[in-house]
């Protein structure tokens, strides 16, 4: 069936690393993909999305790459703050349905 | 300023009392949605509704019910047939589609001793 599955976490990085969150899909049909930040305590953000193969989602200096071919939608960021400390859900969207990831928390330095 | 409420922001129940978590929304979004999280767990979904007078079961609507009679609002009651009803409670909306961007709001956490 349809879902998504995304690195465990936890993951702990010093402000300036580069991030990649990993998380790959398994879908019939055309979904659209989507990044959540949770901020804690707080409700759910889009992030970012794509909503076909080969679209680049990005906002806030993160980024991630619909790529069909390897089934994958990886978050990535060239240098992390603090203030980026939160929990990221991938999500997938397709078939009148909608998939969440378990979510990888991140915790950033100084 | 558009948005989604979710009131009260934490709650505390007596086991065998029901308790209803409030949705609010003027975003004039068809669909509405409950989720449940739990500590260091994704997200699972309750009960949803695509219009007025309507909603689905989700993965885990035993032990939950849900209105939809405005199109605003999708209150949510925990009952005290649910067994672990101790979590974090999410409302989420979508514009259209069930497979489009998900709206939340700020969540109610919910106590129950």
């Known amino acids: 069936g349809d879902s998504v599955t995304q690195m465990e976490g936890p993951v702990t990085l010093s402000e300036e690393a580069f991030l990649t969150i990993n998380c790959t899909y398994t879908?019939?049909?055309?979904?659209?993909l989507f990044w959540y930040v949770q901020y804690p305590g707080e409700g759910l953000q889009l992030l970012l999305k794509?909503?076909?193969?080969?679209d680049k989602g990005s906002n806030k200096g993160f980024e991630a790459t619909y790529r069909k071919e390897t089934t994958s939608f990886h978050l990535e960021k060239g240098s992390v703050q603090v203030s980026d400390s939160a929990v990221y859900f991938c999500?997938?969207?397709?078939?009148?349905?909608?998939?969440f990831g378990t979510g990888t928390s991140l915790t950033v330095i100084p | 300023d558009g948005g989604i409420t979710q009131s009260p922001k934490y709650l505390f129940r007596k086991e065998g009392q029901n308790v209803t978590l409030s949705c609010e929304q003027n975003?004039?979004?068809?669909?509405m949605y409950w989720y449940r999280q739990d500590p260091g767990q994704g997200l699972r979904l309750i009960y949803y509704?695509?219009?007025?007078?309507?909603?689905q079961k989700g993965d885990i609507a035993e032990g939950y019910s849900v209105s939809r009679e405005k199109k605003e609002s999708f209150p949510l009651t925990v009952t005290s047939a649910q067994k672990n009803p101790t979590a974090f409670y999410l409302c989420?909306?979508?514009?259209?589609?069930?497979?489009?961007?998900?709206?939340f709001g700020p969540g109610t956490r919910l106590t129950v001793t």
């Open positions: 975003l004039n979004h068809d669909a």
């Open positions: 509704s695509q219009i007025v007078n309507d909603f």
């Open positions: 989420a909306t979508t514009e259209g589609g069930l497979t489009d961007e998900q709206y």
């Open positions: 999500a997938l969207g397709v078939a009148n349905q909608f998939y």
């Open positions: 879908a019939t049909g055309y979904p659209s």
């Open positions: 794509a909503t076909k193969a080969d």
